[in-house]
């Protein structure tokens, strides 16, 4: 049975950091892109970053380029996502997902449609 487990999510001030991890069981990474999602009550999930199979492309939304790293250790059959300079706006409940790739070097993507396996999520709170 595939799945996904998110971890590293709590409170945080304003300026801080957290590393969220994605740690899977029942399979191996090293052939699927995983993406990293938000969700707010009442609103549609949206992409925040996203992961390659390969590890060699990476794609982030406009809202967290430059604070926002995601990267895998496939030994580990984990991706990370470092996420610094945190914003009371990046406040949310964050998702990880996979999707398998059909070659090592795809692209992944941001649209949940794009993905068939879910995390229960993590929630991210910053706040001072």
């Known amino acids: 049975q595939l799945q996904l487990v998110e971890s590293g999510g709590g409170l945080v001030q304003p300026g801080g950091s957290l590393r969220l991890s994605c740690a899977a069981s029942?399979?191996?990474?090293?052939?699927?892109?995983i993406g990293w999602f938000r969700q707010a009550p009442g609103k549609e999930r949206e992409g925040v970053s996203c992961?390659?199979?390969?590890?060699?492309?990476?794609k982030y939304a406009d809202s967290v380029k430059g604070r926002f790293t995601i990267s895998r250790d496939n030994a580990k059959n984990t991706v990370y996502r470092q996420m610094n300079s945190l914003k009371p706006e990046d406040t949310d409940m964050y998702y990880c997902?996979?999707?398998?790739?059909?070659?090592?070097?795809?692209?992944?993507?941001?649209?949940?449609?794009?993905?068939?396996?879910w995390g229960q999520g993590t929630q991210v709170t910053v706040s001072s």
């Open positions: 992961i390659s199979s390969s590890g060699g492309s990476t």
């Open positions: 997902a996979a999707v398998a790739s059909p070659t090592l070097f795809a692209l992944c993507v941001l649209s949940t449609g794009g993905y068939d396996n």
């Open positions: 029942g399979f191996t990474l090293d052939y699927y892109a």
